[in-house]
């Protein structure tokens, strides 16, 4: 029987949650639903230990222990973000029909290392800018980010993208991997992960691989989305444009996410906690109905996966019980009962 954590996060988020677990439950499924208190770490942490997978809503600071923990503490490298458009989703697109592809953001590095401080702090080291020819330090007061690339961690996010695009592939889909970072300003950090990219893709030659710099990537994310497959990008672009792909397909209610290591996986939507609409029982739940697909599917329980799937798909087509950021006026409740009523 699959263990699945559940920590629902604050403001808005529960309200999704809740509804989904729900939802899943009408599957018939033999899933235990953990309920760890977030503010015993150790205990949350054990119950994570002791699951297949958790499902997490989304945190403004009480969860975000846990949050790091299912990130660091079980090395979930890869963040899949899926952006495929259905009838029915409210994009700003003129034509989005055949949007579907995949960003996966490498997870736990570049930026997000976190390891900031003064620039005074740096003196010692006599680090000279490329650009300047001069001390860092010299710039006058002020602060540094880190921004940390290494090659192995580059080569398993770029190897499970391939590994994706070759699944996706196998499904009827075009076999691509895109690769974008800044090579250019960055030839060592940014350098160093499109380098990998490209020697790991010669161990996939039936897949197609390219790459562009990231801000003509972004270009191309919103002219031209239907020709992305599988997208791979460092940490910080990844969050990005990953918000910016949720935009193109109708916007942050509609975008699921998972993120996997090769022994643990976790899913949450790519939204925030929404706060601004906490209490109004409005929240798009979509995300999350979609992120708990893909958690089934991760088990093993694909059937129930495209039964959940194809409701929410019959919900959009119908167009008759959206939330309000998809242009109608059901709550989060009467969606919720809507997809439940579609489920076969
Ligand atoms: P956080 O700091 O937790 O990321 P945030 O407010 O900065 O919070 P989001 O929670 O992603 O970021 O919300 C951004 C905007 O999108 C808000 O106006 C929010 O209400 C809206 N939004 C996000 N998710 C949804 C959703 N599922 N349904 C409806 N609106 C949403």
Avoid at 132 to 146: E, H, L, P, Q, S
Avoid at 295 to 301: F, S, T
Wanted: glycine share 10%; net charge negative.
């Amino acid at each position: 029987m699959p263990r699945v954590v559940v920590i629902e996060g604050e403001d808005a988020a529960p309200e999704a949650v809740r509804p989904t677990i729900g939802l899943v439950d009408r599957l018939g499924l033999d899933i235990e639903w953990v309920r760890p208190d977030v503010d015993d770490y150790p205990a949350t942490c054990r119950a994570i230990d002791e699951s297949d997978a958790t499902l997490f809503g989304a945190t403004s600071g009480r969860s975000a222990a846990a949050l790091f923990y299912l990130r660091w503490g079980k090395e979930t490298y890869a963040n899949v973000r899926p952006a495929r458009w259905l009838p029915g989703f409210r994009s700003p697109m003129a034509r989005p029909n055949g949007i579907d592809f995949v960003i996966v953001r490498e997870n736990l590095e570049d930026l997000y290392v976190g390891v900031e401080g003064e620039l005074e702090s740096l003196r010692p080291f006599g680090l000279t800018s490329r650009m300047t020819r001069r001390n860092i330090a010299d710039m006058g007061a002020g602060r540094f980010a880190v921004k940390a690339i290494t090659e192995a961690g580059s080569e398993r996010v770029v190897r499970f993208s391939f590994e994706l695009a070759r699944r996706r592939k196998a499904q009827g889909r075009r076999g691509k991997v895109t690769c974008a970072s800044k090579y250019n300003m960055l030839p060592l950090s940014d350098g160093l992960f499109r380098d990998v990219a490209q020697r790991v893709a010669v161990e996939y030659p039936e897949i197609g691989f390219e790459t562009f710099i990231v801000d003509d990537f972004a270009r191309r994310l919103v002219a031209t989305p239907q020709d992305l497959d599988v997208v791979v990008l460092p940490n910080l672009y990844g969050d990005i444009l990953s918000d910016a792909a949720a935009g193109v397909i109708g916007g942050l209610g509609l975008a699921p996410s998972g993120c996997y290591g090769d022994r643990y996986a976790y899913f949450e939507s790519a939204h925030g906690t929404a706060p601004d609409i906490a209490g109004q029982n409005a929240i798009n739940p979509t995300a999350t109905i979609l992120s708990a697909v893909m958690m089934l599917e991760y088990l093993g329980r694909a059937e129930a996966a495209r039964r959940l799937e194809a409701a929410v798909e019959r919900v959009y087509a119908l167009g008759r019980s959206l939330t309000r950021d998809q242009g109608g006026g059901a709550s989060t409740t009467e969606f919720c009962a809507a997809v439940a009523s579609e489920l076969r």
